[in-house]
């Protein structure tokens, strides 16, 4: 799980190279205070991107939670922003306490399901991880969301993080799969045939 998180982060701060949100140029010219506070300030002017971007620096230790609050905020700001990214990222926080936020799977799971029910992979993936790991109790749901996620990441398998989805090292799949009914199985099956 922790492998997965890892690869999220490296996979959007390289899309900031390609990205034009105001912070980008400074950032690639090796200026991460001038990128974070040009990102502070889109973000504060609304802009999903840009508090995104700004959680990712604080996250990676590049500019200090001194000055800029913690990472766990920008994500949060960026969540409500509709970046849902940034909502994963908030999920990954509250699941692992950390980023200046407390552990608390419950809002872990709050926050995936957000970002989930709106096609996003890695949040998909994670809930499922909740679920298989045995922090709720719904076989069904678990199951159903690994599914889901496994169909977003075909469309994607040459990628490293769809790859990895797909391969489910954690094995949360079979985790699933062996404490369910036939007939678990079946309904889970049909509701992520329905999800797409």
């Keep these: 799980m922790r492998r997965l998180v890892f690869l999220i982060a490296p996979l959007v701060m390289m899309a900031m190279g390609c990205s034009t949100t105001p ?31 700004l959680g990712l620096l604080l996250d990676e230790g590049k500019v200090s939670p001194a000055t800029f609050g913690t990472a766990g905020q920008a994500f949060t700001k960026g969540c409500k922003l509709g970046s849902l ?6 999920g990954v926080a509250y699941e692992y306490g950390k980023n200046g936020l407390d552990q608390d ?6 926050y995936y399901e957000k970002a989930a029910k709106l096609g996003y992979m890695q949040s998909q993936y994670n809930l499922a991880s909740l679920y298989a790991n045995r922090y709720f ?57 329905a999800w797409r």
């Design 23 to 53: 912070g980008d140029a400074a950032y690639r010219a090796g200026h991460p205070q001038q990128a974070a506070e040009l990102y502070r300030a889109g973000a504060n002017q609304g802009d999903a991107e840009a508090a995104l971007k």
């Design 85 to 90: 990214a940034s909502c994963h990222n908030v």
């Design 105 to 110: 799977r419950s809002e872990a799971r709050t």
């Design 137 to 193: 109790s719904n076989d069904i749901e678990g199951y159903k969301w690994l599914l889901v996620s496994q169909m977003q990441a075909e469309k994607c398998a040459s990628q490293p993080l769809c790859e990895w989805v797909l391969r489910d090292p954690p094995g949360h799949k079979q985790k699933l799969h062996d404490r369910m009914s036939e007939q678990d199985l079946r309904t889970a099956k049909q509701q992520a045939s």
